[in-house]
Each structure stands twice: as C-alpha cells, then as structure tokens.
C-alpha cells in the first residue's frame, strides 16, 4: 500500500513536470488596439511572448468600433485607443480599469497621395485650399464623427479654414488603416492619415504635415480592461518599458513617459 502511495505521488510529480510548461504556454491575452497600432504592437507583442511565453491575441478596428464592442462584453484584456476620448468613454461605462490607464504614444497626422502622384510637397498652413488640391478627386480618411483620425482630421481643417470647401470630397473610411489602402490602391488622390501608417505603406507617399496646433494632441492611452486576466498588468508594465519604447520609436510613435524598466 506504502509502495502504491509512493508511486501515484512519483506520478503526480511527473505529470505536474510535464503539464506545468503546457499551462503556462497556455496563458494568453486578448489586446483590442487602435488600427494603426498594427506592425509596432505586432512586434511589441512578440517580443512579450518571447520573454514571458503569454501568448497575445490582438484584434485592430478603428477605436470607436473596439471602445463600443468592450462596452458590450467582448472579451478583451487590454485596450489600445488612438484618441482619449475613446478611452474615457469607456472608462465611464465602466468597461475599463482606470488605475491601469496610462497616456503612452504620441502621433501626427499628415496627408498622403498614391505614390506615382504629381502632387508634391504641399504647404500646410491657414488658408490652405485642399479642395482645390484635390481636383476631382476624393480625399480619404476616417469617418470624421467617431474614428479618431477623422477627428483630428476635420479639426484641423477646421482650424485652417480648408473644412467647408473640402467636406463634399471625402471618402470616410472605418479605420485609418481602410482609409490608407483606398489612396494605395489609388481610388482616392489624396488622404489624411497618421503619419506612422504613411510610413509602413509602400503605395503612399507624404505629401505635406499637419502642423501639431491645428488639431487635439494625438495620445494613445492603454489601459486593461475590467474583466482583464492577472497577466495584463505584466504586459502592461512591458509596454513602459525601454525595449517596448524602442520598437514604438522605430515605427515612427513619439513615446510620451519615461520608461519604467
């Protein structure tokens, strides 16, 4: 009987050895993320998994969209907003941690045309008349009454006067990332969108940048939400850190905190 006892607890043991990395491979969280967070928190969220073996799955909508599905009980972990308002709408419908908020990326905005265009180092200012650069053609970006890059498109037209005349071209698209292939493919001249996804798309270039006054300061705040797994809070610290800082640099992001580690 002795020897039974020993040999079930030798067992148990093994089997513990065996399922215990199993377990811990299994751990995994689910990020919703502002469209444009896409290639940097792709390559942030890899490098996470490789030092903590939590897998990460991550959905990108426009903000609005993702704000609106936590809201409705998606299972989401973490949240990736392009704009503070997104965030503290969820924060108010309590769908969100708020200790855990941080205000981490900075971006600009800039407007884009299809790489082989004739249009060229525009000047951005008061009095610019983007109707009339536009011609013909549409204008793309996100749909100005809810995806942030919209917002912050349209109040900065607004600002330099350029609004009213341009407002009938646009193509209002459901993220900034669906906005930027519209203006790849070519179906649009010309586009408003941030200046990190010019940078990643091949059939864009830059043609002008919006001055940093004429619109909201473009933050990025993270935050778990309020049905987050225990492990958020380590990705979360992760994306404070010095090497997270380095990979959101590379993509083009200004880092608005000090690294934690």
Do not use: C
Not at 96 to 114: C, H, M, W, Y
Request: hydrophobic share 50%; aromatic share 8%; no cysteine.
């Amino acid at each position: 009987m002795r020897r039974l006892a020993g040999f079930l607890f030798a067992f148990a043991i093994l089997a513990g050895s065996l399922h215990g990395p199993a377990r811990a491979q299994d751990k995994s969280l689910t990020v919703f993320a502002a469209a444009s967070m896409k290639n940097a928190l792709d390559e942030a969220s890899a490098a996470y998994t490789a030092k903590s073996g939590v897998k990460i799955s991550a959905s990108y909508a426009a903000s609005s969209a993702l704000a609106k599905q936590i809201e409705q009980g998606a299972p989401a972990d973490i949240f990736v907003s392009a704009d503070t308002a997104w965030m503290d709408y969820a924060i108010k419908n309590k769908s969100i941690n708020e200790a855990s908020r941080t205000d981490l990326l900075g971006n600009a905005i800039v407007l884009i045309a299809p790489k082989d265009s004739k249009i060229d180092n525009v000047a951005i200012g008061p009095g610019f008349d983007l109707a009339k650069l536009a011609g013909d053609g549409r204008i793309a970006t996100g749909d100005v009454k809810a995806v942030p890059v919209g917002k912050y498109a349209k109040a900065a037209l607004e600002k330099l006067g350029a609004w009213q005349a341009a407002e009938p071209k646009f193509a209002m698209a459901e993220s900034v990332r669906a906005a930027l292939a519209l203006v790849a493919r070519g179906e649009a001249g010309l586009g408003i969108v941030y200046s990190t996804d010019a940078r990643i798309e091949p059939g864009v270039k830059t043609v002008g940048v919006f001055p940093a006054d004429s619109h909201p300061p473009i933050i990025y705040p993270v935050a778990a939400t309020a049905t987050a797994k225990a492990e958020a809070a380590d990705y979360l610290a992760f994306l404070r850190s010095a090497q997270a800082k380095a990979i959101f640099e590379k993509y083009g992001f200004s880092y608005l905190i000090k690294p934690v580690s």
